[in-house]
């Protein structure tokens, strides 16, 4: 008899109670927990930010976790929908091909909000994070159609990132809480209940998709909570009829890519850090712009500027045309194509752009919408053959004179063919914390990132990560 599905990820998940994961993998999930910590920091005075504080404010229980950023303490299920959204408000969280979703931003404030609230060790969370890194991007993996070359939750307007976060966040949450593989089994059959993220927003605007991280791990959570009470999820949750992945991805899903290697080849390692505070789509024709300036592109002489991009990233940073080279809101500015491509041309903060060039201000700055005014979001060829493996584009600039500059990216910054060295990702974090904290506390909380695996608990990083009296510029 063939085993669930379920079954074999959840026994991955338990196999680490005793065996403790690669050191490269443990190494990768400190790296992952800065970044996710220093995005949150940087986010903590957003209107989404607020809003989801606001509710949270009104439904306090047993003060079991920390809140990234204001010290206030939470059951468990709501600091992980604080900390999610907080994690993915800004748009700066790591990303993996070809799943297209953002797989931190929902398993470490799950992994976070449950170690604080059970009392387990650095090591423990790490643990946790890593496997329930791997777990989120093979569930995401299993919806790339290989000879369509699309991922089938986001040719649905779905959001893998929310959707398949639920279950790897639940799974996290239940090795935190110590169930066992039945127990994983029944918290991850629960959250696929759960989980649920649509993309149009990234078209039209709205800000809903900053908490679609926060929602799903605050699922996740309560549904390991669910499955230590007793409940439990359908054995074919994934596979069944009306399953997982029939509901999300139609016929003819395979499961093979779920778990093949699993616990001996390590996909989360792949996953992109973000250099820039956008929606990933744009980053390879940022990158572009980059370089053409680099070259000494002189702007003031540019006539007209086509990116050319995969044919299914157009309906995200390219259309509705006129919305996209006049962006409503530096939020909205951040997944448009045209004022991405614009920005890097013009010069930005931080690696090349940071979030300072997204403000509602610049997003209605006059030298970036005439220059996003001149480009042209274009279906290129060689980006179909490339994604969604990896994110290319092609930047053609014409000038006053006739003649062409152009330059091509078969994979953008921040993955395994150009990562971001640790004194990269250490800036971003620096720039990051430093919008929140003063620069002795932001040294102390990459300290202890830094040494997280030795630590008893995480309760000294979300201390550390805290606004102190007189210590907010």
Same mark, same amino acid.
């Given at each position: 008899?063939?085993?669930?599905?379920?079954?074999?990820?959840?026994?991955?998940?338990?196999?680490?109670?005793?065996?403790?994961?690669?050191?490269?993998?443990?190494?990768?999930?400190?790296?992952?927990?800065?970044?996710?910590?220093?995005?949150?920091?940087?986010?903590?005075?957003?209107?989404?930010?607020?809003?989801?504080?606001?509710?949270?404010?009104?439904?306090?229980?047993?003060?079991?976790?920390?809140?990234?950023?204001?010290?206030?303490?939470?059951?468990?299920?709501?600091?992980?929908?604080?900390?999610?959204?907080?994690?993915?408000?800004?748009?700066?969280?790591?990303?993996?091909?070809?799943?297209?979703?953002?797989?931190?931003?929902?398993?470490?404030?799950?992994?976070?909000?449950?170690?604080?609230?059970?009392?387990?060790?650095?090591?423990?969370?790490?643990?946790?994070?890593?496997?329930?890194?791997?777990?989120?991007?093979?569930?995401?993996?299993?919806?790339?159609?290989?000879?369509?070359?699309?991922?089938?939750?986001?040719?649905?307007?779905?959001?893998?990132?929310?959707?398949?976060?639920?279950?790897?966040?639940? #799974?996290?949450?239940?090795?935190?809480?110590?169930?066992?593989?039945?127990?994983?089994?029944?918290?991850?059959?629960?959250? #696929?209940?759960?989980?649920?993220?649509?993309?149009?927003?990234?078209?039209?605007?709205?800000?809903?998709?900053?908490?679609?991280?926060?929602?799903?791990?605050?699922?996740?959570?309560?549904?390991?909570?669910?499955?230590?009470?007793?409940?439990?999820?359908?054995?074919?949750?994934?596979?069944?009829?009306?399953?997982?992945?029939?509901?999300?991805?139609?016929?003819?899903?395979?499961?093979?890519?779920?778990?093949?290697?699993?616990?001996?080849?390590?996909?989360?390692?792949?996953?992109?850090?973000?250099?820039?505070?956008?929606?990933?789509?744009?980053?390879?024709?940022?990158?572009?712009?980059?370089?053409?300036?680099?070259?000494?592109?002189?702007?003031?002489?540019?006539?007209?500027?086509?990116?050319?991009?995969?044919?299914?990233?157009?309906?995200?940073?390219?259309?509705?045309?006129?919305?996209?080279?006049?962006?409503?809101?530096?939020?909205?500015?951040?997944?448009?194509?045209?004022?991405?491509?614009?920005?890097?041309?013009?010069?930005?903060?931080?690696?090349?752009?940071?979030?300072?060039?997204?403000?509602?201000?610049?997003?209605?700055?006059?030298?970036?919408?005439?220059?996003?005014?001149?480009?042209?979001?274009?279906?290129?060829?060689?980006?179909?053959?490339?994604?969604?493996?990896?994110?290319?584009?092609?930047?053609?600039?014409?000038?006053?004179?006739?003649?062409?500059?152009?330059?091509?990216?078969?994979?953008?910054?921040?993955?395994?063919?150009?990562?971001?060295?640790?004194?990269?990702?250490?800036?971003?974090?620096?720039?990051?914390?430093?919008?929140?904290?003063?620069?002795?506390?932001?040294?102390?909380?990459?300290?202890?990132?830094?040494?997280?695996?030795?630590?008893?608990?995480?309760?000294?990083?979300?201390? #550390?990560?805290?606004?102190?009296?007189?210590?907010?510029?």
């Amino acid at each position: 008899m063939i085993q669930p599905a379920v079954r074999t990820l959840a026994e991955f998940a338990v196999r680490f109670r005793d065996v403790d994961p690669p050191e490269a993998v443990f190494e990768d999930a400190k790296r992952r927990l800065l970044d996710v910590v220093g995005n949150s920091l940087a986010a903590v005075d957003t209107p989404a930010a607020a809003a989801v504080r606001a509710v949270a404010g009104r439904r306090r229980g047993v003060a079991d976790a920390g809140a990234i950023g204001s010290g206030d303490r939470f059951p468990a299920a709501t600091a992980a929908l604080i900390n999610g959204t907080l994690a993915h408000a800004l748009d700066f969280d790591d990303t993996h091909l070809p799943s297209v979703l953002h797989p931190s931003a929902t398993v470490i404030p799950a992994a976070l909000a449950m170690a604080e609230a059970r009392g387990r060790t650095g090591a423990e969370t790490l643990t946790a994070i890593a496997l329930g890194n791997e777990l989120n991007v093979r569930l995401g993996s299993v919806g790339f159609d290989p000879q369509r070359r699309v991922n089938l939750f986001f040719e649905r307007g779905l959001h893998a990132t929310s959707i398949c976060g639920a279950l790897s966040a639940a #799974a996290s949450a239940g090795f935190l809480l110590g169930l066992d593989a039945d127990g994983i089994a029944d918290a991850i059959g629960i959250a #696929a209940s759960m989980g649920a993220g649509l993309l149009e927003a990234n078209r039209t605007g709205g800000s809903v998709k900053r908490v679609h991280c926060g929602w799903a791990a605050h699922a996740g959570v309560t549904a390991a909570e669910f499955a230590e009470a007793g409940l439990t999820g359908p054995p074919t949750v994934l596979e069944g009829r009306f399953g997982f992945f029939q509901a999300y991805c139609g016929e003819g899903v395979s499961l093979d890519t779920l778990a093949s290697g699993l616990g001996e080849r390590w996909e989360a390692l792949s996953v992109f850090f973000k250099p820039y505070p956008c929606n990933h789509f744009t980053h390879p024709g940022i990158d572009a712009a980059l370089h053409l300036r680099e070259e000494g592109l002189e702007l003031e002489e540019i006539v007209e500027i086509e990116l050319g991009v995969p044919s299914s990233v157009l309906r995200t940073i390219g259309q509705p045309r006129a919305e996209k080279i006049r962006p409503t809101s530096g939020y909205h500015a951040a997944f448009s194509g045209p004022f991405t491509v614009a920005s890097a041309l013009l010069g930005g903060g931080g690696l090349g752009l940071y979030l300072d060039d997204f403000t509602d201000e610049c997003a209605h700055d006059g030298d970036r919408l005439d220059l996003a005014s001149r480009v042209r979001c274009v279906p290129d060829d060689e980006c179909d053959r490339i994604f969604p493996l990896r994110f290319p584009a092609r930047l053609r600039v014409r000038m006053v004179d006739g003649t062409t500059w152009e330059t091509f990216v078969g994979s953008s910054r921040g993955g395994p063919e150009h990562p971001l060295s640790d004194a990269e990702l250490g800036l971003k974090f620096e720039l990051n914390a430093l919008r929140l904290l003063p620069p002795d506390q932001v040294g102390e909380l990459a300290a202890l990132v830094r040494s997280f695996k030795e630590l008893s608990t995480p309760s000294a990083l979300l201390g #550390a990560a805290t606004v102190r009296p007189a210590g907010r510029a």
